[in-house]
């Protein structure tokens, strides 16, 4: 096992100085992420412009992880349909999950993710933000839980 | 700069290391340092072969085979609960009750004695340091009866004050449960001043000793409570079972638990007898192979004597808190002047979680999160720490490996 993949310079990076960190308001959803395990919450929040994410933002505490791929998230998916976050969605949690998946060259920064499968105790932290925006899409507003 | 203290004469850790054969595991091809011990210790070679000799051997159910290998499994079963009897100084194995650990101990007790007693109004008392094992049944409880629970406050050393104990005491409190020793700060409770101001209210006391047993020694007769809870798999023993002791004239007149085989004389449709105690409180077959490795426990903690593991502890921790004070950035949460070995902390800039990825990279284990002690991470304002405690097994060289790997977490995180 190698902290060097864990901990890559692009994750530290988006952990020191986290992008689209805050809240937006008014927002046309939102949802709460929360992993009890290690006390991570995050709140989101999103405008949407017809199909499109227009804006989304996040804000709470977490490890380096959970911080960094909330941050990175919210930069890949500002300006991008359902579908196409649909799409990104899965092939983070392939590459989050799957030990052999290949690593979609479209991932971008993302791919940077992609050291945590060596990690599986972790992989519910770079997991959250995901199922956070998961939930805000589907304008649930209920709590979403990753244990 | 203060001096080491000095080793405990005659203490030799490396021939007690010896006895436990994981310590010689290797973690990401790194030497284990393990220490996380208050969450659950590792198991000398005489536990592991005295469960292993009774499956290979003695196996058959208890108390209920007239045949020569179920007298052997029900002899060993018995002389576990009288060497556990021993250990903790109860007036009889009447008053030994085997159980799954502390948690079903403290469930037993909140439903057995607490569920048909309490009323509405009634309160049940805690500290505001308690493992949620100690905190939930009583939730349970209450909402059953319409009792109230309240805890005791403490301050920011994680200190509870005898005399708000005094405070919180009234005419309505029926139940005293209270932690000996905090597993998330380390804390020492004054629990014998405890039990005297609570009798002296005429309410029955609950002590979870799981973070105490295993450090010091503990009489329940001259702590004079009314139930005391631990768990074997935290004093070198296996998982799944632990006791309840509990005073002899309240466990007489409290209805059993659960139901089944063991805990009944004679069962008929129309009415059932129930058992003597102990066994009036263990329905089922029991972890017959866990209370022989718990009796091993008992047996291997003193051939060293509790005392000695209790002053190797503490020098332990008095060295690890100098040498982690120097680590810049870190807080040690839980500055109580009275602690058992068990030290919680947190390293600015690096969310706990990712500390203990980094130490276990290094091989050293340590616990991060709650420690199933939420209150007392909402009370310092923190989602988690990490936290480092020993055992007898533990050395200097594995505080050393400790400090080395925060450093190296600080340096990942620069
Ligand atoms: C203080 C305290 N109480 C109760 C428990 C619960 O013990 P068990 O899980 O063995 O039932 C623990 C274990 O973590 C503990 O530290």
């Given amino acids: 096992m190698d902290l060097k993949d864990l901990y890559r310079e692009v994750i530290l990076d988006h952990n020191k100085s986290p992008r689209q960190f805050g809240r937006l ?25 017809g199909d499109r994410v227009s804006d989304l933002k996040f804000e709470g505490k977490g490890c380096a992880i959970s911080v960094a791929s909330a941050s990175m998230m919210c930069e890949a998916v500002k300006g991008k349909s359902r579908e196409q976050v649909a799409h990104l969605f899965h092939e983070i949690h392939e590459v989050l999950t799957r030990h052999d998946a290949p690593v979609p060259e479209d991932l971008g920064k993302l791919a940077a993710l992609s050291g945590v499968r060596e990690f599986p105790v972790r992989v519910k932290c770079a997991s959250l933000a995901w199922h956070t925006l998961n939930a805000a899409l589907e304008r649930s507003d209920s709590t979403v839980q990753t244990e | ?182 597993n998330a700060l380390g804390t020492v409770l004054p629990v014998r001043e405890i039990v005297k101001l609570a009798h002296a209210r005429g309410a ?93 426990a008992v047996d291997y903690i003193e051939s060293i004597g509790i005392e000695h593991i209790h002053a190797h502890e503490q020098r332990l921790l008095a060295i690890a808190t100098e040498k982690m004070l120097k680590v810049p950035g870190l807080t040690i949460i839980g500055t109580a002047p009275d602690k058992a070995s068990v030290i919680s902390f947190t390293l600015d800039g690096v969310h706990p979680h990712d500390l203990g990825t980094i130490l276990d990279s290094e091989g050293v284990a340590v616990r991060t999160g709650h420690h199933c002690a939420m209150p007392v991470m909402e009370f310092f304002d923190i989602p988690a720490t990490a936290r480092a405690s020993f055992a007898c097994y533990s050395r200097e060289s594995d505080i050393d490996a400790l400090v080395a790997a925060l450093h190296k977490a600080r340096e990942v995180f620069s």
Wanted: contains cysteine; proline residues 5%.
């Fill in chain 2, 1 to 182: 700069m203060s001096a080491s203290p000095k080793a405990i004469a005659g203490y030799d850790v490396e021939r007690v290391r010896r006895d436990f054969p994981i310590l010689t595991r290797l973690i990401h091809g790194k030497p284990l340092v393990f220490l996380d011990s208050a969450a659950s210790s590792q198991r000398p070679a005489s536990v592991i072969a005295a469960v292993d000799e009774y499956e290979t051997l003695h196996h058959a159910n208890v108390h209920r085979g007239v045949y020569q290998l179920s007298q052997e499994a029900t002899d060993l079963f018995e002389r576990a609960r009288e060497r556990v009897r021993g250990f903790v100084n109860a007036r009889s194995t009447r008053e030994v009750i085997f159980t799954r650990g502390t948690t079903e101990a403290i469930n037993l007790v909140a439903q057995s004695f607490g569920r048909p007693r309490l009323k509405a109004g009634d309160e049940i008392l805690l500290t505001h340091l308690e493992h949620h094992a100690n905190i939930v049944p009583w939730q349970l409880v209450a909402e059953q009866t319409g009792a109230v629970v309240k805890a005791v406050p403490m301050d920011r050393r994680g200190v509870v004050d005898v005399a708000d104990v005094a405070a919180y005491l009234n005419e309505r409190t029926r139940i005293v449960a209270c932690a000996q020793v905090s």
């Fill in chain 2, 204 to 296: 029955v006391v609950l002590i979870d000793g799981a973070q105490a047993v295993p450090h010091q020694k503990v009489d329940f007769k001259a702590l004079d409570c009314d139930f005391y809870a631990f768990s074997a798999h935290k004093m070198y023993g296996p998982t799944g079972i632990g006791c309840l002791i509990g005073r002899e004239s309240l466990l007489e007149s409290m209805p059993p638990w659960q139901g089944g085989g063991d805990m009944i004389l004679t069962v008929s449709f129309a009415k059932t007898t129930f058992n003597t105690l102990p066994f009036k409180f263990e329905a089922g077959t029991p972890n017959i192979s866990g209370a022989v490795g718990m009796a091993a």
């Fill in chain 1, 25 to 49: 308001d008014p927002s046309d959803s939102s949802a709460d992420g929360h992993n009890p395990l290690c006390g991570d919450r995050l709140h989101l929040t999103l405008r949407l412009d």
